[in-house]
T-cell receptor, first 109, second 115 residues
Framework: EDQVTQSPEALRLQEGESSSLNCSYT??????LFWYRQDPGKGPEFLFT???AGEEKEKERLKATLTKKESFLHITAPKPEDSATYLC??????????FGKGTRLSVIA | DAGVIQSPRHEVTEMGQEVTLRCKPI?????LFWYRQTMMRGLELLIY????????DSGMPEDRFSAKMPNASFSTLKIQPSEPRDSAVYFC?????????????FGQGTRLTVV
């Protein structure tokens, strides 16, 4: 069964304190690893798609990386506006997109 | 573009009643997805349409759930009869390409409470 596990469940950072969020996935024939950001009361907002091990993508203070078993979302010098829940999802073969339960990030000024 | 539009934003209904959730995808997008989000199970894909045709409904929990897409600009998710365990936030999303491997744009969601 395809699974996506995100850790930690919650993370509290001081403004400027860099860190990483982890997404472990088990899927046969990965067809895409997705990162989304979700603010309270809103729908998820697309951030990145990664397709193969070694691939990296960046957007402002965020960088996503991918290995054969994990993806990391690195946050460099975060600001309070980066506070949100970050969701990771994967799809493989003929299976539907599976999401993890997310990491709730709080960045304190 | 106004983005994906869902209605209603909030719905409270009694157990046994029929509930219909509505979605207008982004104009020009030809893939549409319905998701359900709960604290316990996270975000789950229910069904996926491509060019108005249901492609993958393996996530639909049971026969009480049904989804339609009569045209490119409208979709519904119906629950009949509703049960308290159906309480969740339901999201609709659309994508500009014919594949599950591409990014999807989400609506604001419908918060459903079944009492």
């Amino acid at each position: 069964e395809d699974q996506v596990t995100q850790s930690p469940e919650a993370l509290r950072l001081q403004e400027g304190e860099s860190s990483s969020l982890n997404c472990s996935y088990t899927v046969s024939g990965l067809r895409g690893l997705f990162w989304y950001r979700q603010d309270p009361g809103k729908g998820p907002e697309f951030l990145f798609t990664l397709y193969s091990a070694g691939e990296e993508k960046e957007k402002e203070r965020l960088k996503a990386t991918l290995t054969k078993k994990e993806s990391f979302l690195h946050i460099t010098a975060p600001k309070p506006e980066d506070s949100a829940t970050y969701l990771c999802g994967s799809r493989g073969g003929n299976t539907p997109l599976v999401f993890g339960k997310g990491t709730r990030l709080s960045v304190i000024a | 573009d106004a983005g994906v539009i869902q209605s209603p934003r909030h719905e409270v209904t009694e157990m046994g009643q029929e509930v219909t959730l509505r979605c207008k995808p982004i104009s020009g997008h030809n893939s549409l997805f319905w998701y359900r989000q709960t604290m316990m199970r996270g975000l789950e894909l229910l069904i996926y349409f491509n060019n108005n045709v249901p492609i993958d409904d393996s996530g639909m929990p049971e026969d009480r759930f049904s989804a339609k897409m009569p045209n490119a600009s409208f979709s519904t998710l119906k629950i009949q009869p509703s049960e308290p365990r159906d309480s969740a936030v339901y999201f609709c999303a659309s994508s500009p390409r014919d594949s599950m491997n591409t990014e999807a744009f989400f609506g604001q969601g419908t918060r459903l409470t079944v009492v």
